[in-house]
């Protein structure tokens, strides 16, 4: 009931919900950056949906079955074939001894998430298995490093899958309509710039009326700057009244704007405090779509309330009971 | 000054109480009850409650309560505060060996200051820091406020990699990093105490509102205490 990593690609990490608690500390949050998508692949094969999966981000992992194992996928596209075969990615899989899994390149989004049968058994550091390598914690050793040839992902639960579920298509059942930035199952191409939902706070009333407007209404670009610490943003130079701030908290999603005007979104391994003015924050599942798109995608900063926001989360949730 | 704490929201499941709009040592006391008080009121409700120089930022759980209710709650719970006793947070020594081969602006200090590395050194050690925050990295303890005369701006370009123990200056603030990482602070010395430790009981050494006292020792004693004494690369610009 194990799975060898035979080729460990770009990145790959163990990843569950992030660490929780722990932000006055120091320590970041961590945890898979759509975490809709690991929601879903472990919602297939009936875990808890923060439990611990890998992220796999570009492609390029190769994993042989040790034993039958059962597996779930979501998230991008990144081409998987078992045994050279393309895979279907909506349903969970059984995977015979010595078959392989492979992981080619992005044909859609950047991250696709792999579950296992009751999650993967790796030691919690700090209430999270999830890899922050920056940190040095968590991970299969314990110390943040991503997945290597020769690791071995054992599942937690020694079972076949049992369920029948299959990831609802991209319709009114996932909640997920073209181009609104909700985040789905799988991640499919959009039509025009993304929408992103901001909830607006923190020193957006600094920036200038000019900037304001820009900023909701005119169209940003992914910059090739993007890891798992945050996501920059390029277009209109953003201008406010605010420097020397004091060092402050901050949620995932803060979107931060630096001297130079241009935007970055802080994501799951961020700073825990810093000090750049901020227009507000991205809500958890406007992060989510952002974690699969690449440089060059074009997006719009959409303004929601909190209790939109919250009932647009909720709603998520829900679709896993 | 008694503070009057606003609420601001900052994510659609954050809000930062802003206490105070300058850094001051003595807001350190206000900015603690603060987190004392938000803990006991939100319980569980709160999943993190990050106390920084002037605010504290709190999020919920969401599926158990709206940010309005938090709101309500939290405004409840600022309410009347009084300060925390300074006497609560412990005070740690740090023994520090202070040396150009691991403090490489050391120099730059003394010079702009216009006193010897030794009167740095003095100066330093001189007064105990409250410490304001945590953050940057895991036990990563923002510190302050050191004298006017050893203030000194962040480098330009900061280093690519800052070795573990290394105390550095940023301004008027100093701080140690407990682990080897990116940084643009001026290093003037390293110590061999460790500030994270996953082991550890509460894991990091520092609490927010904890005093440090920074003690010079010499090479020998630095080594004894398992101290690395890998020289510190300079930084790629001088004299910023």
Redesign the interface.
Known sequence: MSLKVERAGPLALVVDGGRQGVRHLGVTQGGAMDWVALGWANWLLGNAPDSPGIEIMVGGLALVAEADVSVALAGADLGATLDGEPLALAEPVTLKRGQRLVFERPKSGLRAYLALPGGIEASAIMGSVTSTVREGLGGLDGFGKPLAQGDVLTPRQDRPSTTDRRLPRRDADSGQRNGDGEPGALVTASDGPLALSLVPGAQIASFSGTSLYRAFNDVWTLDQRADRMGIRLTGPRLEGSMSGMVSEGIPLGAVQVPPDGQPIILMNDRQTIGGYPRLGGLTPLACARLAQCLPCTEVHLVPVSPERARDDHLRQLARWE | MTPSPRL???????L?VRLF???DESHMPWVLAAVDAIRERLGEDA???????????V?ID??RL???EARARLGEALASLSPRATEDGSLHEIPVWYDASVGPELELIAQRAGITADQVIERHCAHDYSVF????????G?MGLVEDTLATPRLKTPRQKVAAGSVGIADRQTAVYP?P?PGGWNLIGRTATRL?D?EREG??LFK?GDRVRFVAIDRATFESQGGDTTPQPPAEESGA
């Open positions: 601001e929201t900052v994510a659609f499941d954050s930062i709009d300058a850094i999943l993190e409650v990050v106390p920084s120089y002037t605010t504290v930022l999020q969401i599926r709206s940010l309005g925050a945590l953050g940057f990295a895991p036990g990563y923002f682990a990482s994270f996953r894991y990091t927010p």
